[in-house]
């Protein structure tokens, strides 16, 4: 092992002393010198300084050779002596939450489809969703969802029928049904090699990037959003080694993880204006699946819709004005990854694609040749009863009077309603507010 005696030696035998003569000057015993050199024992701290400015070198670099013998000489299992020091990196660098870090080392529990922060997302209301569609229709073999989201619907249909259609317009979100859903080859332990990879990165040593440089102190803290930045371009950059499921399990491991840690109400509008706690990105892999029966596309709804043959459509569009394309935009961007310029305070580019007319005042007209267009025995559609409770942003951009209207042509409507809080970012009171499910069976 290279020590800091031969450090000493090397230095004293360049600056041209003999022994000797150090002894002298520093006033250090000749025996205890050589054994120094010889790595045969530590030089104390008082020694060690009077080492440094005798030969003029920086003691602060002397101190840490010193240090890091004493570790290295420590190690009862050399054998995972590398192991052992990056954990104690981790613990220096992140103390108290270092806990929770470890737990989910430990826990390798992959990250369930759910487990995501999403506007409008039913991952609560699935139950009642799935047995209000079994007990109200037949024969339905293959089902589409056609405003995925989140797909927290789709995860439960793949379950119960022969083919289920996902879509939705956002890039993020079709990276994230790839990752979780698409047929394909992976190797895990080859994927959790490049998550341990990432999970022992040193920020400090990681160069400003993209992401740093335009999120870092405002959605993440800005040592994290290094960390996220150099992650996304190592995946980019090993896209050739990897793939296509292997590329697409990476970007939506790290969708994932970094939602929990956004420093955000549940999207990417604004970020909390407070100091951002520093706090470890210990990824872990999402539950990826193979399934065979799941095809996925990223279209405008309503272009599908005249290509599409379902037995059934479930129909869960965005309810009012807010713009999912622009309330994620930071995962668009960091899935596209083609670094456009950024402003604003939520730093958003100046185009932003994946603008839904469900957001608009055309939504109605949107609505009726998305229904008049579509190939299907049952239309279940999703509306909540927001009507004009909220604040001008969250009223609910289609009415009910047109939901009817433009149904009932169709076939004969059912309506069930349950309550549930809706989203909101505390600017509005809303109660009363219920889920609702318009289940139309279409007319032969
Ligand atoms: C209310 S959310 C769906 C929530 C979903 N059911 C879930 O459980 O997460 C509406 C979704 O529709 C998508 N969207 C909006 N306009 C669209 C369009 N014209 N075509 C396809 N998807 C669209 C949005 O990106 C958003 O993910």
Known sequence: ????????????????????????????????????????RLP???????????????EKSLIIQKESDKIAYSFEYPEIAVETLQVAEAKVMYGKQYLP???????????????RRYIGSKAKLTDWIMDLIDSETKNVNTFADIFAGTASVSNQAILRYNKVI??????????????????????????????TRYNTL?????????????????FYEHNIAKTIGYIRQDIEDRKSKLTEKEYSILLATLIYNIDKIANTVGHFDAY??????????????????????????REDANKLAKKLKSDLVYIDPPYNSRQYCSAYHLLENLVLWKKPELKGVAMKPAIIDGKSEYCTNDATTTFENLVNNLNTHYIV?????????GNCRSNAKIKDEDIHRILSKKGELKVFSRPYKAFSTGKSNIENNEERIFLCKIKI
């Open 1 to 40: 092992m290279y020590t800091i005696g031969h450090i000493l030696k090397e230095i004293r035998e360049e600056s041209g002393y003999p022994l000797q003569e150090v002894q002298q000057q520093v006033d250090i015993d000749l025996t205890q010198l050589s054994k120094i050199e010889n790595g045969k």
């Open 44 to 58: 104390t701290t008082e020694q060690l300084l009077k080492l440094a400015k005798f030969y003029n070198y920086d």
């Open 101 to 115: 870090m470890f737990q989910n080392a430990i826990y390798r529990k992959p990250i369930s489809l759910e487990s």
């Open 166 to 195: 996902i879509n939705d317009i956002l890039h993020s979100n079709n990276i994230i049904y790839k990752g979780f859903f698409e047929a394909g080859k992976w190797n895990e332990s080859k994927l959790n090699n490049i998550i």
């Open 202 to 218: 040193n920020p400090d040593n990681l160069e400003e990037n993209y992401f740093s440089k335009n999120f870092g102190g405002k």
């Open 272 to 297: 909390i204006k407070k100091p951002i706690k520093p706090q470890p990105l210990h990824l872990r892999l999402i539950n990826a699946q193979d399934f065979d029966n799941v095809e996925i596309y």
């Open 381 to 389: 559609l999703s509306y909540n009863n927001m009507a004009n409770k």
